[in-house]
């Protein structure tokens, strides 16, 4: 009897020891285990001892010595929404961390997911180089004055690029025509002016082909809430580009600042001051020289085309001139037919990515697909067509070039110190 017990006793002592040995020796091969709540979007993630927070939208589990289980939840649920849309498109699919894009400026506050844009953006250098100084311009201009000018102006560009993408072309064009006409000191935004004559914004150039006054005036009136006649309208304009091509896939660039606004417009100014579609090469060369742009300049600027669209009238007299149809893809000829029973429809300029920059748009020159005539030709001259050819092969190279050249422009017979004004709103002089 006595022996009986102390064979149980001994057994009871075993099972005690070797039972926790056990379960520490396959601890650490223990699955790990996803605690979710349907009615919460963070997640827990736990497994080896540690701790994870995430979002549901947004993580890849840790950990894994498996690379066929590496997969984040995003790409199964960006693959499973694939499936049930096959067929459509949307530049919206995807999504990107847009405070990694800006070089880390979003700030503590902001009210926009920095999950918003389709496009995986290269970057051409792990740190941004700084941008050329021009007279009385620099970077960081507000960082004392306003600090937070870039990310109000932002955060307004891409409340309003998530109702209507097509505005992120708008600002580089509007751009252009105030920096072509007397200097980018935001004379294209005003309705009037003391001398009472009519101004640039209503030239033929400009009309309906140009947009996003509203958003500049919503984007002023905050920051004159929140820093009284500190920014410039002409600067906000620039910002707005930089945020547009950023938004559409180029890789940031540092911008400069410092501009002062103009007090008169003039649409008088416009005539032989702004590139037409049916301009030559030389007319082009000669006008972007006299804006200080060389030829190098003008191909690479001409890559904003990569984004937005073009009216009819524009470029639907090149069928009926034999010569110039010659230069086009036939199919394109016939999509322009097609689409142009109305002279205000548009069509983009590059139809495989409209809303990406890239440099695709190049490519497509190369093949006689460019819409605008003045782009083609760009394709065929011999002073021209190494660049475009550069450029198609070399996208990096481009994106490198991009944001020096907008500098460029961005600087011409700018406003600064004491001259012209701080308009207190952008469609008129205070």
Same mark, same amino acid.
């Given at each position: ?276 579609? $049916? #301009? ?5 060369? !000669?006008? @972007?020289? %006299? ?8 191909? /690479? +600027? ?89 450029? $198609? #092969? ?5 994106? !490198?070039? @991009?944001? %020096? ?8 017979? /700018? +406003? ?15």
């Amino acid at each position: 009897m006595m022996a009986a017990k102390a064979r149980i006793s001994a057994a009871i002592l075993l099972v005690c020891i070797i039972l926790p040995l056990l379960a520490s020796a396959f601890l650490d091969h223990l699955p790990e285990v996803l605690e979710h709540d349907s009615r919460n979007k963070d997640v827990t993630i736990r497994g080896d001892n540690s701790i994870v927070r995430a979002n549901d939208n947004d993580f890849t589990l840790p950990r894994s010595h498996d690379k066929k289980n590496e997969r984040s939840l995003r790409e199964k649920k960006h693959k499973k929404k694939k499936k049930n849309k096959k067929g459509k498109k949307s530049h919206k699919d995807k999504t990107f961390d847009f405070d990694h894009l800006f070089g880390g400026n979003q700030q503590e506050g902001d009210e926009f997911s920095p999950y918003l844009q389709p496009f995986d953006v290269p970057q051409t250098t792990e740190e941004q180089e700084p941008a050329e100084n021009y007279d009385g311009l620099r970077e960081g201009f507000y960082q004392k004055t306003c600090p937070q000018t870039e990310n109000i102006i932002r955060n307004g560009l891409i409340r309003a690029f998530q109702n209507d993408s097509t505005i992120a072309a708008a600002f580089p064009r509007l751009l252009l025509h105030d920096c072509f006409v007397n200097g980018c000191d935001g004379s294209i935004l005003l309705d009037t002016t003391p001398s009472g004559a009519r101004v640039e914004k209503l030239a033929g150039t400009n009309g309906a082909t140009v947009k996003g006054f509203e958003l500049i005036d919503e984007i002023k009136a905050e920051l004159e809430r929140q820093c009284p006649g500190i920014v410039s309208c002409s600067d906000i304009l620039v910002y707005l580009s930089r945020d547009a091509f950023v938004l559409s896939g180029l890789p940031n660039y540092n911008v400069l600042a410092g501009r002062r606004d103009g007090m008169e417009s003039n649409e008088a100014n416009v005539v032989g001051n702004l590139p037409l579609p $049916g #301009d030559t090469v030389d007319q082009m060369i !000669d006008l @972007f020289q %006299k804006k200080g742009l060389n030829s190098e300049d003008l191909v /690479v +600027l001409i890559g904003a085309h990569s984004i937005g669209v073009a009216h009819c009238f524009n470029f639907l007299y090149r069928l009926d001139e034999p010569e110039k149809a010659q230069m086009l893809d036939p199919r394109l000829a016939g999509v322009m037919r097609f689409m142009c029973a109305n002279q205000m429809n548009t069509l983009p300029f590059d139809p495989t990515t409209q809303y990406k920059m890239d440099s695709i748009f190049y490519k497509q020159l190369m093949m006689k697909k460019g819409l605008i005539e003045s782009d083609q030709i760009l394709a065929q001259d011999i002073r021209t067509r190494g660049f475009v050819q550069k450029f $198609g #092969d070399d996208e990096m190279g481009w994106f !490198d070039k @991009f944001g %020096k050249a907008m500098n460029k422009l961005g600087a011409i017979e /700018v +406003l600064t110190g004491n001259q012209g004004q701080i308009r207190r709103q952008c469609r008129a002089v205070n």
